[in-house]
């Protein structure tokens, strides 16, 4: 007997109580319990991270007057700390030449910072956004290039840097402190920018220590601005899990990214008669969209910075044989496939539009007007089906655009609006576009009884 021949029969054999169950239908034999499902969902479905590698911060530094300056800021000293703590290597950007020092001499480096004419940030920016740790560019935002006159008032040069990040599925946050700067004795209202290249689900990452050290509110005038293409923030009511109704007598297990529900009311006579077609109790009228089955989950739908998430959507797919299969295989100990499909399953679930659209909550509820449980629910003695929630649509914003633009200082009367037209250009990208409009949110598992 061949190595293929012998895994059918050890997971045929395996199977063999579960097809006891199964009458002569067009049912699936299902599985008897959820214990596999965690590990189902990592082998098949778990989003794939680009790893960071924790605890090795890059700190790169603009050597120009800018910093310099940041001697008399209450904020930059106030972020000095943590810089010191977690840097673990330091670069000095002094003109063309990015020159690398100890980061044991962090503290003393920052306090030692003079003007070098010329600043190749673009350079710097691009090393961090390919490398493979946590990176911080200070900054003026003014890339200076010897062969350019007049500099690059409106040149996006840390477009492709924000987009390579974004789309290894990262997070930049940027600190934006308005300072003076005076130039041949003309006032300049300049910016300095702190651009934090991180991802804030690493553990202990360096935006969320600065945040537990820094208050920026105490800081007239420093803004703050995020930009993301990936994870979108999502928040429960007072727990780790959506709420299931109570209805449905589930038990709700939180597994970080996505949930498991294991209902045990029966269909015929309770979810769909209380929750699929329930009805007004004052009126006696029927409720055009039934009762949410699991609610509580609310969005940022500014999670992404400078796009507004408008649209989202549920998917629901039946994994009745695809969870079975696995299940079989793990109890036989042998090796699952590698892959799996599930099928689509329309008209079964959909969002309740106007809590999304008034409150960022995300309610589910059975698709009543075109219900169709018939592709979901063909399994004995029991069900189980995925719900996978993504962003559907986005709209782009604009509101950060005056938080970017500062006077130039080689063109007197005008704005230099180069990091304005880095994020316009990197979120006009159409691979950002298509990784924004279509990135997963959350995942909700049900075990539900045989209809």
């Known amino acids: 007997m061949n190595k293929i021949s012998a895994r059918l029969l050890t997971i045929t054999l395996a199977s063999y109580a579960l097809l006891q169950l199964v009458s002569c239908s067009n049912k699936v034999p299902t599985a008897p319990d959820t214990k596999y499902l965690p590990d189902f969902h990592d082998t098949y479905y778990r989003e794939k991270i680009d790893a960071i590698v924790p605890d090795q911060l890059a700190l790169y530094v603009d050597y120009s007057t800018c910093i310099a300056l940041g001697q008399n800021s209450p904020f930059f000293q106030a972020l000095v700390p943590s810089w010191t703590n977690a840097a673990k290597s330091f670069f000095a950007i002094k003109g063309s030449t990015i020159e690398e020092h100890s980061a044991d001499s962090t503290f003393l480096l920052l306090r030692s910072v003079s003007e070098v004419n010329y600043a190749d940030i673009k350079t710097a920016a691009e090393r961090i956004a390919q490398g493979n740790t946590e990176g911080v560019l200070l900054t ?72 537990q050290t820094v208050d920026r509110s105490q800081y007239d005038g420093v803004q703050l601005f995020h930009l993301s293409a990936d994870h979108p923030a999502l928040y429960t009511e007072g727990g780790q899990t959506s709420s299931p109704h109570s209805i449905l007598s589930a038990k709700a297990t939180p597994g970080g990214s996505y949930e498991i529900q294991d209902w045990e009311i029966d269909w015929k006579n309770g979810i769909e008669p209380l929750l699929v077609n329930a009805i007004d109790p004052e009126t006696g009228d029927a409720l055009p969209e039934g009762i949410p089955f699991t609610s509580g989950l609310h969005l940022d739908k500014s999670s992404f910075g400078g796009c507004h998430i408008t649209e989202i959507k549920a998917t629901v797919y039946n994994i009745n044989q695809a969870y079975t299969d696995y299940y079989n295989s793990r109890e036989a100990a042998m090796p699952p496939e590698e892959q799996t499909t599930s099928s689509e399953c329309d008209h079964f679930v959909k969002i ?62 005008s704005q230099n609006v180069s990091i304005v037209s880095s994020i316009e250009q990197c979120l006009a990208d159409p691979d950002i576009i298509a990784q924004m409009k279509s990135c997963p949110i959350y995942t909700i598992y049900v075990k539900a009884n045989q209809r």
Do not use: C
Not at 365 to 373: G, I, K, L, V
């Open 140 to 211: 003026d935002g003014e890339y200076f290039q010897p062969s350019i006159a007049l500099g690059n008032i409106n040149n996006p040069y840390m477009a492709e840097a924000f987009k390579t990040w974004l789309k290894r599925g990262h997070d930049i946050y940027i600190y934006i402190e308005p300072y003076e700067e005076v130039y041949k004795g003309e006032p300049y209202q300049k910016k300095r920018f702190y651009f934090i290249f991180t991802d804030n689900r690493l553990a202990g990452n360096i935006y969320e220590r600065i945040k």
């Open 352 to 413: 309740d539009d106007k809590a999304w659209r008034d409150d960022s909550v995300i309610n589910l509820h059975f698709d009543t007007e075109y219900y169709n449980p018939a592709s979901a629910l063909d399994g004995s003695p029991f069900n189980y089906f995925m719900i996978r929630l993504s962003v559907a649509d986005v709209e782009l914003e604009d509101q950060y655009k005056g938080m970017f633009s500062f006077d130039s200082i080689d063109m007197p009367g």
